[in-house]
């Protein structure tokens, strides 16, 4: 198969891209998208600036130490006023899949399984891929069970210390800066620490289950209506999937 991969060189999208490069033969083609330039409300020059410096160090990692794959920055040609990142993205990929690829795989986990306090963005996500009319969106790593947790306990250790995981992220004085309070930042610190004592991942993994309210913990509780004045300023979402 011929596999387009959206890839930020954070955990999740590291761990599938190592998956595949590793365990499968298929074509693959990780794809960022560089948004800095895109003319919405959202500022995402930062965050991006430091996103594409980790991404490349964890490409150059796959280079030298496995198969042979694509690696491909895309600026996106239209980014609507106030939109987040996946959206455009979506619209993105769905002008790629013409290439021939069979199918576009995110690295969403099964800690993404609960709608974003009942957004039903993944519908909306799965609206603008469909644009293209080709091939399918799939999420291998929720189809495979497998977790953060499930990342930290199989990576090569080297492969490890170049990801980062974090919703602040900063350059200060060329070092790329985690901010070590944001929920990412807490929870890679906690799996570390846990997989380091010993503890079994799946202990783990059914911890962390259980806090975020996934899997077998997951509430059949509707969850509260996030309003378009709760997301990022500016941030627009069509009603239909509120």
């Known amino acids: 198969m011929k596999i387009l991969l959206g890839f930020t060189g954070g955990v999740d999208s590291t761990y599938l891209l190592h998956k595949l490069l590793t365990e499968t033969t298929d074509e693959v083609t990780a794809l960022f998208m560089d948004c800095r330039s895109c003319e919405t409300e959202l500022d995402f020059t930062q965050v991006q600036h ?22 491909r920055i895309v600026v996106p040609a239209e980014a609507k006023t106030g939109e987040w990142m996946t959206p455009t993205l979506m619209r993105t990929v769905a002008t790629i899949m013409p290439e021939g690829f069979d199918a576009f795989y995110t690295g969403r986990t099964i800690e993404n399984t609960r709608e974003h306090l009942g957004a039903k963005t993944a519908g909306w996500y799965q609206e603008l891929f469909a644009e293209g009319g ?23 250790a080297d492969l490890i210390s170049l990801m980062v995981s974090c919703n602040d992220l900063k350059i200060i004085d060329d070092a790329i800066v985690e901010c070590g309070k944001c929920a990412k930042c807490t929870m890679a610190a906690e799996i570390k620490t846990r997989l380091a004592a010993g503890e079994n991942v799946e202990t783990i993994v059914d911890d962390q289950n259980r806090k975020r309210g996934v899997g077998k913990y997951a509430t059949l509780a509707p969850q509260p209506r996030y309003g378009i004045k709760s997301f990022p300023k500016g941030y627009i979402i069509p009603e239909k999937w509120m």
């Open 50 to 71: 430091a996103e594409i410096l980790v991404s490349q160090r964890v490409i150059d990692w796959f280079k030298t130490n496995a198969r042979p794959f694509e690696y």
């Open 134 to 156: 080709v091939g399918e969106m799939r999420h291998p790593l929720q189809e495979w069970n497998k977790s953060r947790p499930h990342a930290y306990a199989e990576l090569p």
